[in-house]
């Protein structure tokens, strides 16, 4: 068994594609490519592929990571030619590397992200960047309203220790906010509720759908990090 792991960008119009629709074209593209993924055990075998960290809805990825495993050996270098000239238009593979002495799961290994939010803040026009922060993070908690898919409610949760760090600065009209935060099965914090705290915070009153957000990285363990800086 062969394992790998695949570095792509997502970006443009295709960030509107959902998580599952993703997956099913890196699965047909693999199939077009002749590269077998390897197939797990039992009643219901799947394709051993998975992505670290699923990318939400109108997000764009960086540098967005998916593992797979092969029977047999395939050339890191061919595989990336390979899929990428069957990818569409905003999806880039920057990179197919051998992943054989990782023991965790990349969806197991993921600790924190890097996102560059921008939200429209007319109103924000000349404060200081040092000065927006200090106002952000001064107060003891962070507390933003978030409903909770097990309980089905509504619930109120301290985000700030979930924060590793955060700068704001506005620009034209602009309120940029480039954070790293928990991200990952153990501690997750979704940028939407930091555009959510953001806007109470500095009463933008903006409209969501013009905020963007990118994920520029993701961190992994320590094993995991090492064989992606080869």
Do not use: W
């Amino acid at each position: 068994m062969y394992k790998y792991l695949l570095e792509f960008s997502k970006t443009g119009t295709i960030c509107f594609i959902s998580h599952l629709d993703t997956m099913r074209l890196f699965k047909r593209s693999f199939k077009r490519a002749g590269i077998d993924p390897a197939y797990s055990k039992g009643f219901n075998p799947h394709p051993k592929m998975s992505f670290a960290q699923p990318l939400a809805l109108g997000y764009e990825g960086l540098a967005e990571y998916m593992e797979f495993e092969t029977e047999d050996y395939r050339d890191p270098g061919e595989v990336k030619e390979k899929i990428n000239r069957l990818m569409p238009e905003g999806i880039k593979i920057l990179r197919c590397l051998e992943a054989a002495g990782m023991t965790k799961t990349l969806a197991s290994a993921v600790e924190a992200a890097e996102y560059l939010i921008k939200i429209p803040a007319e109103n924000l026009l000349g404060k200081e960047g040092e000065e927006m922060k200090e106002a952000y993070m001064g107060s003891p908690e962070i507390m933003a309203e978030k409903v909770s898919k097990k309980k089905k409610r509504t619930e109120y949760v301290d985000i700030k220790p979930m924060i590793r760090d955060i700068s704001l600065y506005t620009e034209e009209g602009i309120l940029t906010a480039e954070a790293v935060l928990d991200c990952g099965s153990r501690s997750n914090l979704s940028p939407e509720l930091v555009i959510k705290t953001l806007d109470a915070a500095f009463c933008l009153k903006a409209d969501r759908s013009e905020a963007e957000v990118t994920r520029r990285r993701i961190f992994f363990g320590e094993e995991q990090e090492k064989i992606l800086k080869i």
